[in-house]
């Protein structure tokens, strides 16, 4: 999978991408065609490069540097498909030869910059800007200069001459037809002599958009403050996340003038249920475990202060409002459908994280409890990495059990409202013994002002049952 | 020359506007400073194709800046050295910027939109460039409007009237519409922001969204339109229609368009609309400078150019030059 593919999947991980200032648009392709790593070393190598330059960009020396590279990161053009023509042997026109000067010329310059940083390894175009610079002007500009052919200078001369004497159209016409056969010449063998660089040319140009992702990352994480995740072995499958929040759900929380409570978290090889609350946060705390995954995956910090991660083959979720509707199946086939799917790939043996938000909630507590054990049992017994939440009490097959603290009435002074019932909500989690569901729905659904007499009826029923 | 840009616009087609183009160039090749030379979007060009008639080339003097299209770039006739590409794509290419290093003939496109138009200029400025020169259209067809430019030159010939009087008439029209007052001091600003919708302008000058979606909708709308005051901003095409709407209003109504090529209304109701105490003025105006005449329309006919000339500088009070006398001086 690559982050083209990703950011379809999970809205907060595109709302991280969408907030990376990447520069150039080369660098923008790059960063959409970043494969989803699987080995510690290669993940390792990305992270070492985002410490490396977050160092850099907290040096007060650097700062000049820093600003002018993402002055020329910005000048950068993507010229993929000027460079693809060079390999493939073709005759450039100016407006190609143009480009590559152009690029090479700032390449230097990005070379001179950053090219001793250790980050990225930039490599050195002297000799394409020697072919496209014949006279060492260093300036961006091109054309067919009179210095590569004397034939050339000579005809173009004689022109100026001619037409200085009023010489007749058709003579001065036939000059001209002539100096433009020569720089066609000079056009081929300068695509000739660049063909020779076309490797070079291709590895400096992912160099720099490398470059260039590389900082857009190192700001967005001391912007974030995300933190470098820790790699644990190759064989291993546990994650720990202290202080976890998501980017997104944080900043549109802070729109409100509200602040995102970080969550702490261990996960190991076996499902871990988790209840709370309606409003407790469960299904942001399983959007932030996957955009966490994710991230780490592709080489990115992680939203969290500290974090202890394995690399996986996949996450695999559930989570009802990210379905898509138009399938034609309704909400309980589709759901189903997915954990077939997931099934499999345990069975297959593959090394994934598995997040189901409320498991078969759309069909009735009875058999939807049994659905819940069931799928349970299956992870569990299989060494599985999951989290599943539920509201269902009952869930008896074998699991790590975590409860979100949810609704405490004391947490702060005041009247709860509907505008300030966050506040009164301890999202953090800790280990539940029993396997009781909080009864706190009907609490929430006052305080969200409900219908006064549909509340009472239903507390009659509730009574009527807990009798029975 | 004390313009920073400066757009050559026909009244139709085959006025004359090349032959005015390229006599300015070779004006301009004679004096110092750097010039450079671009176009309103490909307007004209698609039209020629229909036609079958070859787009005129235009001349570029040695050293002049000139910014064409990619694909008029690669058949050029002259030899020049690539500035700039841009990153903005049009309908026929990137833009190039380049300079001529010996004079010879290109073919001209340019920006499609005001904006990237206005941008240009902008960015061509910052190379040292003095004053850009426009190639322009005067069309609904093109979304660019010349009045970027600080100054005008309108041709106008034979080919819009081969009746002296009534060819005096339609470019007097035009004149007097490119003359309309400009509105000033911030209210030009917030109006410039706006680029579509019917708002109504306040005593105080604020802007209050009249909240339909086109002029075409005015009588079908239930709302007082007037309730803030007499003044009105229409930022997208002005027709007859909206002209005889305000007519016949209770009191006289101030128009105010983006620039005198919003207004499709002829010359009969737009005058009514004045006389009847209406008034219009423009977020943007540019300078007319001068008139080109071409006496000679395509289909053969030839007015007698002097009395045409006398004509015009009595009516308009410009310099008005014959674009077939000022092809000979050189």
Known sequence: MTIREAIQNIQGFRYMMEQLNVRSAAGRRFLLDIVWMNSPEEVKRELERVVKMGVLLQLPERKTDIETLGVRLMQLRDIRGTILRVSAGCVLDDLELFELKNFALLLTEIRHIAGDWGIVSIPVLDPVVALLDPEGNRIPHFYIYDIYSPELAALRAEIRVKKQQGEAEEEIEKIYVRSVEIEDQVRESLSEELHGHSEILQQALEAVALLDVVLAKAEQAADMQLVCPELEGEEAETITLEGLFHPQVRMKLRQEGKEFQPVDLKLNAEATVITGANMAGKTVLLKSVALAQYLVQFGFFVPASRAKMSLLGEVMMSIGDEQNELSGLSSFAAEMIRMNEMVGKVKDGRKILVLIDELARTTNPVEGRAIVNGVVDFLTKHRTMAMVTTHYNGIIAPCRRLRVKGFVEDKIKGEVTLKNINEYIDYSLEEDRGNEVPHEAMRIAWMLGVDTGILQTAERFLTDRQEV | ?330
């Open chain 2, 1 to 330: 020359m004390k313009y920073r840009s400066l757009a050559i616009v026909g009244l139709e087609k085959n006025t004359g506007k090349t032959e005015c183009l390229n006599y300015l160039l070779r004006q301009i090749g004679k004096m110092d400073g750097q010039f450079a030379l671009t176009s309103i979007g490909i307007d004209g060009e698609s039209r020629d194709q229909v036609c079958q008639t070859p787009k005129p080339e235009i001349e570029v003097p040695e050293g002049m800046i000139f910014v064409t299209s990619e694909k008029h770039y690669r058949q050029k006739r002259l030899i020049a050295e690539v500035l700039d590409i841009s990153e903005r794509q049009t309908a026929l290419g990137r833009l190039v910027t380049a300079r001529a290093m010996q004079a010879g003939k290109v073919l001209l496109s340019g920006p499609a939109d005001t904006m990237g138009l206005k941008m240009l200029i902008g960015k061509l400025m910052t190379r040292g460039v003095q004053t850009t020169l426009v190639d322009g259209a005067l069309s609904r067809l093109s979304l660019a409007s010349p009045t970027v430019t600080e100054a005008l030159i309108l041709s106008t010939g034979a080919v819009v009237s081969g009746n002296i009087p009534e060819l005096v008439r339609k470019t007097r029209y035009v004149c007097d519409l490119i003359a309309l007052e400009e509105v000033g001091g911030e209210l030009q600003g917030r109006l410039d922001s706006v680029e579509k919708g019917v708002w109504a302008v306040t005593g105080d000058d604020r802007l209050v969204d009249l909240e339909l979606p086109s002029v075409f909708m005015l009588e079908k709308s239930g709302t007082d339109l007037f309730c803030y005051g007499n003044r009105l901003y229409v930022p997208g095409a002005v027709s007859d229609k909206l002209f005889q709407f305000l007519k016949v209003q209770h009191q006289p109504v101030e128009l105010i368009v983006r620039d005198f090529t919003r207004i499709f209304a002829t010359p009969e109701v737009y005058y009514a609309f004045l006389r009847k105490g209406g008034s219009v003025k423009v977020v943007h105006r540019s300078k007319l400078l001068a008139l080109t005449i071409n006496p000679q329309s395509p289909n053969g006919l030839l007015l007698d150019s002097d009395k045409l000339k006398e004509a015009m500088e009595e009516q308009l009070q410009l310099p008005v030059l014959d674009v077939r006398k000022i092809g000979d001086d050189n």
